[in-house]
């Protein structure tokens, strides 16, 4: 479906449907991140990972640590409606890329995340800014 661009139509479409009744986001939005985990495989970590590589390690992805718990692989960013419980926005990096480094909420959104992320609340949405009253 990625080769086709087919995921992108699929996700424009759901998100066209909520918007067509008015759905907006008018309470705010929460943004979190969870760890998608990847085979780190056996190669050691300065052991390239290009094409060419004789392992069964994940060539794009990478390693982190949150606490004490190791993770190799990737990161899911979520952005999600509170009022109506939709996911509106999703993005994918690398598990290293940090929480604070993925800004998903639009101008004007109150947004609610860990407090990690280090970033501030931007404040609500005006009435200029919907397109649905």
Request: hydrophobic share 25%.
């Amino acid at each position: 479906m990625a080769k086709t661009s087919k995921d992108r139509a699929i996700w424009a479409e759901l998100q066209r449907q909520p918007d067509a009744f008015c759905l907006k986001v008018k309470k705010g939005i929460v943004q979190d991140a969870t760890f998608i985990t990847a085979d780190s495989g056996h190669a050691k970590t300065d052991t390239p990972r290009g094409d060419e590589a004789q392992t069964r390690r994940s060539k794009d992805g990478t390693g982190t640590k949150k606490g004490s718990k190791s993770y190799f692989g990737y990161k899911l960013h979520t952005k999600l409606d509170t009022e109506h419980g939709l996911i509106r926005e999703l993005e994918t990096t690398t598990a290293s890329v940090h929480d604070s480094k993925i800004d998903l909420s639009k101008r004007g959104e109150v947004v609610y995340r860990d407090r990690v992320s280090g970033r501030e609340e931007r404040g609500v949405l005006s009435d200029d800014e919907t397109r649905c009253s």
